[in-house]
């Protein structure tokens, strides 16, 4: 799993490296058009996994640095991060007769 993540990781960096590239250098037409529109749609989908996992976040050590990995790697990033720990249920009273 945690090779598949990492694999994960690495093309989403190729992918926002040539969303760059492309508007540093416009690529032919209607390339440049098309990778314009999926790395403004792929920004938006990693923006809503931020407002959905915000909890989450807020409970890392380092909430800010791991907002910004996950508006880079989105799912990849936060399926790598540990387990959140939820509080203990307390046990029910019997019920009194």
Do not use: Y
């Amino acid at each position: 799993m945690k090779a598949l993540l990492g694999l994960g990781k690495l093309l989403a960096a190729l992918f926002w490296g040539a969303a760059l590239a492309n508007l540093v250098d416009p690529f032919v037409q209607p390339f440049a058009l098309l990778l314009n529109l999926a790395g403004a749609s792929v920004l938006l989908i990693h923006g809503v996994e931020l407002l959905l996992f915000q909890q989450r976040l807020d409970q890392c050590p380092r909430p800010w640095v791991e907002r910004g990995h996950v508006l880079l790697f989105g799912i990849f990033h936060l399926l790598a991060l540990p387990e959140t720990e939820e509080p203990e249920a307390l046990p029910l009273a019997p019920e009194q007769a």
